[in-house]
């Protein structure tokens, strides 16, 4: 059971970038998934969801407008579109499934850094 | 939106101690509170669903409990092993919400 995030780096406020989370282990289509951020020595910050099926997509208001989370349930991949990015958003970003109202298969996470 | 309000912010204690971190909701959780261990370094690791539902190869050491807006993580017996950060999270509704995490120490 794994998931494997990818994608993170150094980018300049403004600019993009898109995670990629891969799946393995599990049956990944039965699991909606999430990503969750956590800026350095600072707390969890759920930052989206997407259904399993595709149907529903959650974002937080700090996001919303910016980020796009999509998913590829025969490459059991979930994605994490960023743009726009702030200073504010560099965060080790974690892809998570979320089932049984719970956040419970992490990723080891991948670093966002946003900065000039 | 859910605000989730946990205490204490960190917490001392020796081996054999008992250990109480609270969280409190704004609003009703209907059950749907979940807490979280996160080591340095590492990803956070679900301990409790649904208020009390231990997870799998989680110590039975850690327990939960509470209802309504109240709730309580509660590590029985400490261990050397259980120091980290312990986080709650509202799953009642979207936008989902950690409480502001607490960090255990062990002496």
């Known amino acids: 059971v794994q998931l494997l995030e990818s994608g993170g780096g150094l980018v300049h406020p403004g600019g993009s970038l898109r995670l990629s989370c891969a799946a393995s282990g599990f049956t990944f289509v039965n699991y909606a998934m999430s990503w969750v951020r956590q800026a350095p020595g600072k707390g969890l910050e759920w930052v989206s969801t997407i259904s399993h099926s595709d149907a529903y997509t959650y974002y937080a208001d700090s996001v919303k407008g910016r980020f796009t989370i999509s998913r590829d349930n025969s490459k059991s991949t979930v994605y994490l579109q960023m743009n726009s990015l702030r200073a504010e958003d560099t965060a080790v970003y974690y892809c998570v499934t979320y089932k049984g109202n719970a956040f419970g298969i992490w990723g080891q996470g991948t670093m966002v850094t946003v900065s000039s | 939106d859910i605000q989730m309000t946990q205490s204490p912010s960190s917490v001392s204690a020796s081996v054999g101690d008992r250990v109480t971190i609270t969280c409190r909701a704004s609003q009703g959780l209907s059950g749907w509170l979940a807490w979280y261990q996160q080591k340095p370094g590492k990803a956070p690791n679900l301990l409790i669903s649904?208020?009390?539902n231990l997870q799998s190869g989680v110590s039975s050491r850690f327990g939960g409990s509470g209802s309504g807006t109240d709730f309580t993580l509660t590590i029985s017996n400490v261990q050397p092993e259980d120091s980290a950060t312990y986080y709650c999270?509202?799953?009642?509704?979207?936008?989902?919400?950690f409480g502001g995490g607490t960090k255990v120490e062990i002496k």
């Open positions: 999270q509202q799953a009642n509704s979207f936008p989902l919400t």
């Open positions: 649904v208020t009390s």
